[in-house]
């Protein structure tokens, strides 16, 4: 299995690390460098201003986190949408 983040913090106070296979991380490579974020193979920030984690299943597995100032009012509900587990910070 493969691993990757992308780190969307400088656009919407979000990150995202996915797992899958070798070319469907290479997939979500090319998707947030084309949206102008950060990619590495790092885990997501663990800082003072993360307001919790999201980990669910949509084709891939992916763990989303919030953090202070993210445009979704409530990461919660955004979570349990995805039939998410939501573990706050």
Not at 26 to 31: A, L, R, T
Not at 41 to 47: H, S, T
Not at 77 to 89: A, L
């Amino acid at each position: 299995t493969a691993y990757g983040t992308c780190d969307l913090r400088a656009l919407q106070d979000t990150c995202i690390e996915s797992s899958g296979s070798s070319q469907d991380i290479v997939n979500q490579k090319q998707g947030c460098e084309e949206v102008g974020a950060s990619w590495s193979e790092q885990p997501c920030p663990d800082d003072s201003d993360r307001v919790g984690c999201c980990e669910y299943t949509f084709g891939l597995d992916f763990r989303e986190c919030w953090y202070a100032g993210a445009s979704n009012a409530d990461p919660e509900d955004s979570c349990s949408s995805f039939d998410g587990v939501w573990t706050p910070d």
